[in-house]
């Protein structure tokens, strides 16, 4: 008997050689930063303030990083700095969104103009500049990749970050979204940390943290190294995973 015909499977989807990290500078956007610049790719990142160590990285990897400060609520800024990184670096084929601010004011203490800016900075600025990169794989006939950084606190509830929430579940949605429209051509992912500490997190007390720890089954804290290397397989590895929101968090939400 013969065999059914098989429809031709798609080409696998490379790995990323040259990267965008938005919110390079410190934090978890540093940590991947300078991760995937230890593993041989080319890196652009890019923040409002380039931090010392952003600097010393780019004396360390002359040729593999591309820096700058960039407002990613400044789209023609980011526009500009796409096209800076593809004359120094070669086309972008994959983007880390992770730049985002925090909040810490309950809903009804939040002006109507910080919601605005929390909105725009980590749902609306990054959707903008995830359209242009994207045009620019497109057009060029490129496959690549995309990985959305963003937070528990899409899927479970927190006081002090009603509008952080709502941006990074938006996040989610269209992480999923993307990976449809996309047809497999560029795969989009999401990693959902729990709380790590960082600038951002900084805002919680040690009462709030030792609770967090309480409640983890693993025991620890998320670190940024332990959300590296799942970045890293996202941008890298062969694995299938689109559209998936993948939380790293020890159990905590469970
Ligand atoms: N820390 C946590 O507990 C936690 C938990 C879950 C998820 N996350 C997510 O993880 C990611 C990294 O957080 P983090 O804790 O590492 O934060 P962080 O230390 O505050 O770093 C945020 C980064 O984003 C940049 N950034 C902020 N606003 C920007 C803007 N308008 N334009 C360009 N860059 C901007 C910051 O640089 P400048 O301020 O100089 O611009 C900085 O490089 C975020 O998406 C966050 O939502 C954090």
Same mark, same amino acid.
């Given at each position: 008997?013969?065999?059914?015909?098989?429809?031709?499977?798609?080409?696998?989807?490379?790995?990323?050689?040259?990267?965008? &990290?938005?919110?390079?500078? %410190?934090?978890?956007? $540093?940590?991947?930063?300078?991760?995937?610049?230890?593993?041989? @790719?080319?890196?652009?990142?890019?923040?409002?303030?380039?931090?010392?160590? @952003?600097?010393?990285?780019?004396?360390?990897?002359?040729?593999?990083?591309?820096?700058?400060?960039?407002?990613?609520?400044?789209?023609?800024?980011?526009?500009?700095?796409?096209?800076? &990184?593809?004359?120094?670096?070669?086309?972008?084929?994959?983007?880390?969104?992770?730049? *985002?601010?925090?909040?810490?004011?309950?809903?009804?203490? =939040?002006?109507?103009?910080? @919601?605005?800016?929390?909105?725009? =900075?980590?749902?609306?600025?990054?959707?903008? $500049?995830?359209?242009?990169?994207?045009? %620019?794989?497109?057009?060029?006939?490129?496959?690549?990749?995309?990985?959305?950084?963003?937070?528990?606190?899409?899927?479970?509830?927190?006081?002090?970050?009603?509008?952080?929430?709502?941006?990074?579940?938006?996040?989610?949605?269209?992480?999923?979204?993307?990976?449809?429209?996309? !047809? !497999? %051509?560029? @795969?989009?992912?999401?990693? *959902?940390?729990?709380?790590? *500490?960082?600038?951002?997190?900084?805002?919680?007390?040690? =009462?709030? $943290?030792?609770?967090?720890?309480? %409640?983890?089954? =693993?025991?620890?804290?998320?670190?940024?190294?332990?959300?590296?290397?799942?970045?890293?397989?996202?941008?890298?590895?062969?694995?299938?995973?689109?559209?998936?929101?993948? &939380?790293?968090?020890?159990?905590?939400?469970?």
């Amino acid at each position: 008997m013969s065999e059914a015909p098989r429809s031709e499977a798609p080409s696998a989807v490379p790995p990323a050689s040259v990267v965008l &990290v938005s919110g390079g500078s %410190r934090g978890l956007g $540093l940590a991947i930063v300078t991760d995937l610049l230890a593993a041989g @790719l080319k890196v652009a990142a890019f923040a409002r303030t380039v931090t010392p160590e @952003l600097t010393a990285l780019g004396e360390k990897y002359p040729d593999h990083l591309h820096y700058g400060s960039v407002d990613v609520n400044d789209s023609a800024a980011g526009q500009a700095f796409v096209r800076d &990184v593809e004359n120094a670096l070669g086309p972008i084929d994959a983007l880390v969104n992770n730049a *985002a601010i925090g909040q810490d004011s309950l809903h009804v203490h =939040t002006s109507a103009e910080h @919601l605005a800016e929390i909105i725009q =900075t980590n749902l609306t600025s990054p959707l903008i $500049l995830t359209r242009f990169v994207l045009r %620019r794989m497109l057009a060029k006939g490129l496959k690549g990749r995309i990985v959305n950084i963003t937070s528990i606190c899409a899927q479970r509830g927190y006081p002090g970050l009603v509008a952080y929430s709502a941006t990074k579940g938006g996040m989610d949605a269209a992480t999923r979204s993307l990976a449809r429209e996309l !047809g !497999g %051509r560029i @795969l989009a992912n999401a990693v *959902a940390p729990g709380f790590f *500490a960082s600038e951002m997190s900084a805002v919680l007390g040690q =009462t709030q $943290l030792d609770q967090i720890v309480r %409640r983890t089954p =693993t025991g620890h804290l998320t670190e940024p190294e332990d959300v590296l290397p799942v970045v890293r397989m996202l941008l890298l590895e062969n694995t299938n995973l689109n559209g998936q929101v993948l &939380v790293i968090d020890g159990a905590a939400s469970i």
